[in-house]
């Protein structure tokens, strides 16, 4: 029997670090006060949706923005550490000036938006992205069901880049979506696509981008 799933994934509301330029990476920031109009907006882009489950990164801005959901909705919440934005290592709580300050070699190679590229003591954009693949395939759902999922802005944009085509000379940022936009995924068996990517019309609407 063929299993089929929805998965509308949200990249999580905007954050202090967001806001001030700051890469964040697996370290803590918490959802500025723009990020939190930008849920109410997003609660209301989302509203003609019933969600069996809304699966969260365990980082406490994703988990603002899934917890909102959740309560919304009246889903369960579940934490998967798979969900969790790249690794950026000792790039991690610094600006792009100062990354590329100092260490301008692998600094300018993840600023351009190479997928392959290693921080110092992290990981690359395709290594997360191919994490939350396997999480999203991997996720056990009833067939015909919709799941929610709160996600990060380069691991999303990594997997966004793997399912259109993984081209390695094209960067991976192109498809960089804003924060709290969505995207709709459409698992069939063992094969994911992207039915759309970055729907942001609700924080047009808000003047939230």
Do not use: K
């Not at 692998?106 to 590229?117: K, M, N, R, T």
């Not at 015909?144 to 944009?157: E, K, S, Y």
């Amino acid at each position: 029997m063929c299993q089929s799933v929805r998965f509308i994934v949200v990249r999580h509301a905007e954050s202090v670090w967001n806001q001030q330029g700051i890469l964040q990476g697996q370290l803590e920031s918490p959802t500025s006060a723009r990020g939190l109009r930008q849920i109410d907006a997003l609660l209301g882009a989302l509203n003609d949706y019933t969600f069996s489950a809304v699966i969260s990164s365990p980082s406490q801005r994703a988990l603002t923005t899934a917890r909102a959901i959740a309560q919304h909705h009246s889903a369960p919440l579940h934490l998967d550490s798979r969900l969790h934005e790249q690794h950026l290592g000792r790039f991690q709580a610094l600006t792009a000036t100062q990354i590329t300050q100092h260490d301008p070699v692998s600094g300018a190679s993840l600023l351009a938006g190479d997928v392959a590229a290693v921080p110092p003591g992290g990981e690359s954009v395709l290594d997360a992205a191919n994490r939350l693949h396997q999480a999203l395939l991997g996720w056990e759902a009833r067939n015909g069901t919709c799941v929610c999922v709160v996600t990060h802005g380069n691991t999303l944009a990594g997997l966004l880049w793997l399912l259109h085509g993984a081209d390695f000379q094209q960067p991976f940022a192109r498809y960089s979506p804003p924060n709290c936009s969505f995207s709709l995924l459409y698992r069939q068996d063992h094969t994911l696509r992207t039915e759309t990517w970055g729907q942001a019309t609700h924080l047009l609407r808000d003047n939230l981008l």
